[in-house]
């Protein structure tokens, strides 16, 4: 079992920053992915940033430049630093832990997910 919880939610004017972070507690194995996935209101959940042991990233094209995906192993923390947010970011986002997966096989594995936290981007 992993428990996830994420924080660092809230409004912001557009062109904002903000700093999501996800605890972790429990067992991750070695292989592992960790993500970032938000799901806007009326919407499905999307990848947003995903980040595996390897240190390999995936993101979604719509976020390049702006976010950054960051592990702290010692804290079982992944931080998405999101800048130069904009109206369309808004949406719940979600943190995903997999385990037994890497990027190499498209992070296919045991799933878990946080409750999320709500990012608020106004114009």
């Known amino acids: 079992q992993v428990d996830i919880v994420e924080s660092g939610g809230g409004s912001v004017q557009e062109g904002g920053s903000l700093r999501l972070a996800c605890v972790t507690s429990?067992?991750?194995?070695?292989?592992?992915?960790m993500g970032w996935f938000g799901q806007a209101p009326g919407k499905g959940r999307e990848g947003v940033m995903i980040?595996?042991?390897?240190?390999?990233?995936n993101y979604s094209d719509s976020v390049k430049g702006r976010f950054t995906i960051q592990k702290d192993n010692a804290k079982k923390t992944l931080y998405l630093q999101m800048n130069s947010l904009k109206p369309e970011d808004t949406a719940m986002y979600y943190c995903?832990?997999?385990?037994?997966?890497?990027?190499?096989?498209?992070?296919?594995?045991?799933?878990?997910w946080g409750k999320g936290t709500q990012v608020i981007v106004s114009s």
């Open positions: 995903k832990v997999v385990r037994w997966a890497t990027l190499g096989n498209n992070c296919n594995g045991e799933n878990y």
């Open positions: 429990g067992y991750i194995s070695d292989n592992n992915c």
């Open positions: 980040i595996d042991n390897h240190g390999r990233t």
